[in-house]
């Protein structure tokens, strides 16, 4: 029997601990990228939509056959997290004391732990959660038209032009 949430894409969004702007260096973003388009070609995920803002990604995502939406956000932050704070030891010590927790299994935190996913059982809905992801970055002025925002699908969807080969139309 397959997996309910294989079926559906599920939208979902990832913030960062307290919502810090450690995303706002493109080379954070760009480790970002570098983590869906890994799971994109590995065949692990489709990645149908992202926006990836100052302080959370949004997606909208779906799970590839053996694999779950947990083992894929699970690798997805765990990859992330490492690539960042490697850079954040070798460039930015300080900030990386942003991010020190008190916790069991890790010195540091910089994902907020359990993001919900939500199924988009339907069209009319996944089409509401595209606008929303894509319509962010200009809801919070860092541009005029969405499809300006470089670090999202939006340019995909409004006039077939991206960078991102991992990006899979419904």
Not at 4 to 20: A, G, Q, R
Not at 38 to 44: P, S, T, V
Not at 144 to 159: C, I, K
Request: aromatic share 16%.
């Amino acid at each position: 029997m397959k997996n309910f949430s294989e079926t559906y894409p599920e939208f979902l969004t990832i913030t960062i601990l307290d919502w810090k702007n450690l995303l706002k260096p493109t080379k954070y973003k760009e480790i970002l990228i570098n983590s869906l388009s890994f799971l994109a070609n590995e065949n692990r995920a489709k990645i149908f939509a992202f926006c990836i803002m100052d302080n959370h990604i949004h997606l909208i995502w779906q799970s590839c056959s053996g694999y779950t939406s947990r083992d894929n956000q699970h690798s997805f932050t765990k990859f992330t997290a490492q690539h960042i704070r490697f850079d954040l030891i070798a460039n930015h010590p300080s900030v990386l004391n942003h991010f020190k927790v008190d916790a069991k299994d890790r010195m540091y935190q910089f994902w907020e732990r359990n993001p919900l996913p939500i199924l988009l059982y339907t069209e009319s809905v996944f089409i509401q959660k595209l606008n929303y992801v894509h319509e962010n970055p200009v809801k919070a002025g860092m541009c005029t038209r969405a499809e300006e925002y470089e670090f999202s699908s939006a340019s995909f969807y409004y006039n077939g032009i991206t960078r991102f080969d991992f990006l899979t139309h419904l």
